[in-house]
Structures are given as C-alpha cells and as structure tokens.
C-alpha cells in the first residue's frame, strides 16, 4: 500500500494520540483501530498513558525524599496499569510477551532504586527526563505490540533516538531542523519496508 511519487516513497500519515486518548486499553484499541484502517505509509506518535506523567514525575520527588514506601507504591500501581494496557490490546503472544517483559523490567528498575541510599537519590534534571521518559516509551511499544497482535506490520522506534534537544536537561528545547534530519534517515528505512 506504499504511496510512491516520482520513485520517491509518499509521505507518510501521521497520528499523534494525547494522553486522553490511552487513558486505557479500551481507548488504545480505539487508537489502534483508528490506525490500522488509516492509509499507508504511517507513523504513529504517542504521549504516555493518562495521567503517567505526572505520576512519574511525583515517584521521582518522593524518591529523593526517601518516601520508598510511596515510591514503591507509585511503581506497583503504574506497573499494573501499563500491563493491564498490554494485556487488552497486545491479544498474541507473540506481541505481548516482549512488551510484559520490557514493562517489568522498567518498573523494577524503578523499584530498584529506593535500595539505594538517601545520598545517591537526588535525581539529576537528565535522570529525572529520563524516567519520564518512561512513561511515553512503554506507550509506543505497547502501541506497536498491539499493532502487531492485529497483524499491521510496525516496528517501535523510540523517540529517544529521534528527537535532538539543546541538551539543557529538564527544559531542553528541541531542534527541530537537527530532529527533522534524524528522523528522515532513521525512519525512512522503516517506511520503505512497509
């Protein structure tokens, strides 16, 4: 279902789906339809679940406090909600196993930390985007594990390796003629393959 104009690969169609629309595995599947009858070539952009991000962002400040507690407590109820996400809409097990064991292996990573001691838990701006980062991260690959299960062919890039940033870390801005390059030559290739 390629687009090709003058021997060049078509633009792709673009989705982008907020928060609000993965609040659950009901709204994903509702995403997923949307894009599994969309036309070809496609990128999907996702944001993290509803609400994740500030739950992150709260595990975080409760980490450096030394609230491991609540910090476990934040990780076990995100985790269960990502795998909950997974299981409703990655159906195969071919999609889903992958994507359960990328879940926990984020989540006890999470977990992981409160062992640490109190010194080493002031999390720098960098740890800090990074663990938000999280949140957006398991989104696209439960987004393309349930592509999968559906038998769409996709693949998850992360965004991680396409967005180029000013670098300053918890207010980078991105550069957007430097991120357009990235992401041209990485996901053309992606495209091109269908």
């Given at each position: 279902?390629?687009?090709?104009?003058?021997?060049?690969?078509?633009?792709?169609?673009?989705?982008?789906?907020?928060?609000?629309?993965?609040?659950?595995?009901?709204?994903?599947?509702?995403?997923?339809?949307?894009?599994?009858?969309?036309?070809?070539?496609?990128?999907?952009?996702?944001?993290?679940?509803?609400?994740?991000?500030?739950?992150?962002?709260?595990?975080?400040?409760?980490?450096?406090?030394?609230?491991?507690?609540e910090?476990?407590?934040?990780?076990?109820?995100?985790?269960?909600?990502?795998?909950?996400v997974?299981?409703?809409?990655?159906?195969?097990?071919?999609?889903?196993?992958?994507?359960?064991?990328?879940?926990?292996?984020?989540?006890?990573?999470?977990?992981?930390?409160?062992?640490?001691?109190?010194?080493?838990?002031?999390?720098?701006?960098?740890?800090?985007?990074?663990?938000?980062?999280?949140?957006e991260?398991?989104?696209?690959?439960?987004?393309?594990?349930?592509?999968?299960?559906?038998?769409?062919?996709?693949?998850?890039?992360?965004?991680?390796?396409?967005?180029?940033?000013?670098?300053?870390?918890?207010?980078?801005?991105?550069?957007?003629?430097?991120?357009?390059?990235?992401?041209?030559?990485?996901?053309?290739?992606?495209?091109?393959?269908?």
């Amino acid at each position: 279902m390629e687009k090709r104009a003058r021997g060049r690969l078509g633009a792709p169609t673009v989705h982008k789906f907020g928060g609000a629309s993965l609040d659950d595995d009901a709204a994903v599947r509702n995403a997923l339809s949307i894009v599994e009858g969309g036309p070809r070539p496609a990128v999907v952009v996702v944001s993290a679940l509803a609400g994740v991000t500030d739950s992150l962002l709260a595990l975080a400040a409760e980490l450096s406090c030394g609230n491991d507690r609540e910090v476990r407590r934040r990780a076990t109820e995100l985790e269960r909600r990502y795998v909950s996400v997974a299981r409703g809409v990655a159906r195969s097990g071919d999609a889903r196993g992958p994507v359960l064991a990328v879940i926990r292996e984020v989540f006890g990573e999470l977990s992981a930390l409160t062992r640490a001691p109190l010194i080493l838990r002031e999390l720098s701006p960098a740890a800090v985007d990074r663990v938000v980062a999280f949140g957006e991260e398991l989104a696209a690959q439960i987004f393309a594990a349930g592509l999968s299960s559906r038998g769409v062919a996709s693949e998850y890039v992360s965004a991680l390796d396409l967005v180029v940033t000013d670098g300053r870390p918890g207010q980078a801005s991105p550069d957007l003629a430097a991120t357009d390059r990235r992401v041209r030559s990485r996901l053309r290739p992606h495209l091109r393959r269908g």
